[in-house]
């Protein structure tokens, strides 16, 4: 999800802190699935890395009819509109994934799907102008019995395309702000969206992470033909829990700060849940999870692996537990604002003596083999695009012989222990700052300090507790935090490292990656758009401005008598199928 400069849910992108992580687990014993409805304790998972979209498959009929499945949640909900910039946060998203209707939403293996629970079909009818044609199901229906019509399509579109209604706190606009027109037909069943100019993403509108909500009820709350009206029913999502669903569930109660009860959707048309209810409990601290899980009080959770959590779980009979990589990724950032770094041989330099492989073995290494060094800034393995494009520049290989070579071809001299510029001043002291708090970061910019110490460089370490807040203000010269990418990937590029954008913190610029990145965002060729893209990967990677360094693994934990739960690395997290959940019979 992209993030406006000055929106505050950005920040929900920036991953917070991590702790050290495990490999694959289980919990209470050996074995694969026994193949008969069933599940060896502790192997539930055990597919899932060959067939991360179908392990622990179980059908409809071999489900216990009723039951309840009760799953941690790691934030209060604090605002119900997911379009906003405050509503935003992940944890709202899985809580409401039953809930609210979408387009297409994102699957285990980090790829994005249609919703064909609520659209038949999304077409692209043009490409001049681009055109695309949605139909939607005509059995799809929100709770009250009025249709899910085109009427929502054109509600979403107006709040989020930054002109109708530019009071709208909306997450983002992007997509929206290129389309033209949005028309129903066939009695607002057809849905035909016309773009200005062409959006490679347009998959992207109305997905899962932006859902679409009830224009009919929007328009209980503020004239939707007004800038004040739409701004008033907007604000009144965020302010009020939906008392409407388009989804396989309807929200029973919610007790802040507690829980959040979901119970079949009476007028849910696609198949029924077998369960009676999902309960998502609210446990802020994710050092009680194991212990909710051990106690029975939560029989799924998605925390943040960290050792003593991951051992704890390891150790509950009849739990299966799993690590996915997914589409956080670890990264160094220059700011490029910093004298001293504005030249690029330096920045070459310090990337190249910096050795990635020793940095993942002094820290996550030693806890997992899964995780290899990222060569690509926006796109994950796995994903459709991924190009190495960082082993060939030499940076991430720990060559401290390359890196000086590298500084005196440029004119740099090494005097003692101090490097010196082209000009014979000293490079200053710079400082790398990570997250307070965060032991691997830590780890990791220390290493990074003493690869640099070996050029004759300086680099002080300093955590902040405000990461958005550094970030936003330069006050530092390094920095090492982590991006969620996307399964849309080219807006975000654009946001990401094009000139001036929002969440370009270390004010990278070059004209030819912002004309191959806008080009790539608006291509109705997604071919031509990865093409693209990985050209201005390369440039980028020659610029030496982001160094990746490593995807950041996820953890789920579950009972093994619950089927159809499996990791969802994407920010659809594991709630993206909650229809399928249910127990198994016997």
Not at 367 to 380: A, C, G, H, I, R
Not at 445 to 472: C, H, M, R, Y
Not at 559 to 564: H, S
Request: net charge negative; glycine share 10%.
């Amino acid at each position: 999800m992209l993030r406006s400069k000055s929106g505050v849910a950005r920040f929900a992108a920036l991953a917070a802190g991590a702790a050290l992580v495990l490999s694959a687990c289980s919990g209470g014993g050996d074995g694969g699935g026994d193949g008969d409805g069933g599940a060896q304790t502790g192997q539930m998972f055990a597919e899932c890395d060959a067939n991360p979209n179908q392990c622990n498959t179980l059908a409809a009929d071999q489900l216990q009819d009723g039951g309840e499945i009760t799953m941690a949640l790691e934030k209060n909900i604090a605002n119900w509109n997911l379009n906003s910039t405050e509503g935003n946060v992940f944890e709202t998203g899985m809580a409401l994934k039953g809930v609210l209707p979408s387009t297409f939403y994102s699957q285990p293996d980090l790829k994005f799907t249609e919703n064909t629970d609520v659209i038949e079909s999304a077409e692209q009818t043009s490409t001049d102008p681009q055109t695309i044609v949605y139909t939607i199901k005509p059995e799809a229906v929100w709770s009250d019995g009025t249709p899910i019509s085109a009427d929502d399509f054109i509600y979403i579109w107006k709040t989020q395309n930054g002109r109708d209604c530019s009071d709208c706190a909306v997450a983002t606009t992007a997509g929206y702000d290129q389309v033209s027109t949005v028309e129903g037909s066939d009695n607002g069943k057809t849905v035909t969206v016309t773009y200005e100019t062409p959006f490679t993403d347009w998959a992207q509108l109305w997905e899962s992470g932006q859902p679409i909500y009830p224009a009919h009820i929007a328009a209980e709350h503020g004239d939707l033909d007004t800038p004040e009206g739409l701004k008033s029913a907007f604000d009144w999502f965020g302010a009020n829990m939906p008392t409407f669903s388009g989804g396989p569930y309807k929200i029973e109660r919610f007790v802040n700060n507690q829980s959040l009860t979901l119970v079949p959707n009476e007028r849910w048309w696609g198949e029924k849940p077998k369960l009676d209810r999902v309960i998502f409990r609210i446990i802020t601290d994710a050092t009680q999870e194991p212990t909710a899980l051990q106690n029975n009080e939560v029989q799924v959770i998605y925390p943040q692996p960290q050792v003593d959590l991951v051992n704890q779980v390891r150790n509950i009979s009849g739990v299966s537990s799993f690590v996915g990589l997914g589409l956080t990724w670890e990264h160094f950032d220059f700011n490029l604002d910093t004298p001293a770094l504005k030249n690029k041989a330096l920045r070459q330099a310090l990337f190249t003596a910096v050795d990635r492989q020793a940095l993942i073995n002094g820290t996550v290494g030693q806890f997992t083999d899964k995780v290899e060094p990222l060569n690509s800034n926006n796109f994950m393995p796995g994903q459709e695009g991924y190009e190495d494009v960082i082993t060939a520049t030499g940076q991430g290989a720990g060559d401290v012989d390359k890196a000086k070579q590298i500084l005196t071809d440029a004119g740099y001299t090494l005097e003692g222990e101090q490097l010196r510029d082209p000009d014979g001043q000293a490079v200053p002291e710079l400082s790398i700052r990570y997250t307070t708090g965060n032991q691997i970061r830590q780890d990791s910019s220390e290493l990074f300090a003493q690869a640099a110490k070996e050029l004759g460089v300086t680099i002080n370490v300093s955590p902040t507790d405000d990461l958005g807040g550094t970030l936003d203000s330069g006050e530092y010269d390094i920095m090492l935090f982590a991006w969620v990418a996307s399964p849309y990937p080219f807006a975000n590029a654009v946001q990401n490292w094009t000139s001036g954008q929002g969440n370009n913190f270390g004010n990278y610029s070059n004209p030819e990656v912002d004309s191959l990145l806008n080009e790539a965002a608006a291509e109705t060729d997604r071919t031509a758009a990865f093409a693209k893209v990985n050209e201005a990967n390369k440039i980028m990677a020659e610029d030496a401005y982001v160094l990746p360094l490593y995807q950041k693994p996820t953890f789920i934990a579950a009972y093994d008598n619950i089927a159809n739960v499996r990791n969802n690395s994407t920010l659809d997290g594991p709630t993206y199928n909650i229809a399928q959940w249910g127990l198994r019979a016997g």
